[in-house]
């Protein structure tokens, strides 16, 4: 499965970005995709995801309530709408999509698949 982001950049707090992730490929094998993100100096951690029949959802405490996670099938298309941003979300976002597991993982050396990554820099 191969993995393109888009729709990160510069936002002040408050603000709000979508980011988009396309796939392409074996996606039909695909049971989960998500969001990881990597802030300098940091680990990378996990946002979100969402199964690929859209059946589930799963968010990373410090996101409920801001983040949105949504697919398009349709389209090989997965979503993040970020919402009510914070500086300390600044970080390069990462998509990526698992074919492996049957539940939602959370960590990122359960992901095989990743994009290359789009920076988010919210200021202040």
């Known amino acids: 499965v191969q993995l393109v982001e888009s729709g990160g950049g510069l936002v002040q707090a408050g603000g709000s970005l979508r980011l988009s992730c396309a796939a392409s490929?074996?996606?039909?094998?695909?049971?989960?995709m998500g969001w990881f993100r990597q802030a300098p100096g940091e680990e990378r951690e996990f946002v979100a995801a969402?199964?690929?029949?859209?059946?589930?959802?799963l968010y990373a405490d410090f996101v409920k309530g801001r983040f949105t996670i949504s697919s398009d099938n349709a389209k090989n298309t997965m979503y993040l709408q970020m919402n009510s941003l914070k500086p300390e979300d600044t970080a390069v976002y990462y998509c990526?999509?698992?074919?492996?597991?049957?539940?939602?993982?959370?960590?990122?050396?359960?992901?095989?698949?990743w994009g290359q990554g789009t920076q988010v820099t919210v200021s202040s």
């Open positions: 990526v999509a698992d074919v492996i597991h049957k539940y939602i993982p959370t960590t990122p050396g359960e992901y095989a698949n």
């Open positions: 490929g074996r996606t039909f094998s695909t049971y989960a």
């Open positions: 969402i199964t690929w029949s859209g059946g589930s959802t």
